[in-house]
């Protein structure tokens, strides 16, 4: 019997995104306002989900506390009021797509967790926008 425990967390950070190697006009037809030279923020939404066996002696898959707790050292601090392309070494060579930002959770999480548990990011960038990974 498998059981889902999530937990949601928010950030604010700024991003561009652009290639290096392609030219000014490529990235303005490609990203449009999202290549802006000086940045935008956005106020990131994020919905981490475990899944696994409840633990018959505790009644918890994951203890919700430590599930907080690993989401606020690995992306809160990391990520909350900075500038992802230059503040997050994980861009400084990707482009910070929502997409790209749900992959790099889910990495840093995923090595925090006991290897049986199943992992889902979603990461909404807008309130209609949103992306979701679950390392396939
Ligand atoms: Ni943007």
Not at 26 to 40: R, W
Not at 72 to 88: I, M, P, R, S
Not at 115 to 128: A, D, H, I, Q, W
């Amino acid at each position: 019997m498998k059981v889902t425990v999530s937990r949601k967390a928010h950030f604010n950070a700024a991003h561009r995104l652009y290639r290096k190697d392609w030219s000014f006009e490529k990235n303005e037809s490609v990203f449009g306002k999202c290549n802006n030279a000086n940045f935008h923020g956005h106020n990131y939404d994020l919905t981490v989900s475990v899944t696994g066996e409840i633990d018959p002696e505790t009644g918890y898959v994951i203890d919700i506390k430590e599930l907080a707790d690993l989401i606020y050292q690995e992306v809160e601090v990391a990520f909350d009021h900075k500038n992802l392309n230059l503040d997050v070494p994980e861009f400084a060579d990707l482009n910070p797509t929502a997409e790209n930002i749900a992959v790099v959770i889910w990495n840093k999480l995923k090595p925090r967790l006991k290897p049986e548990f199943g992992l889902e990011v979603v990461l909404y960038e807008t309130p209609r926008n949103f992306v979701s990974y679950k390392g396939n």
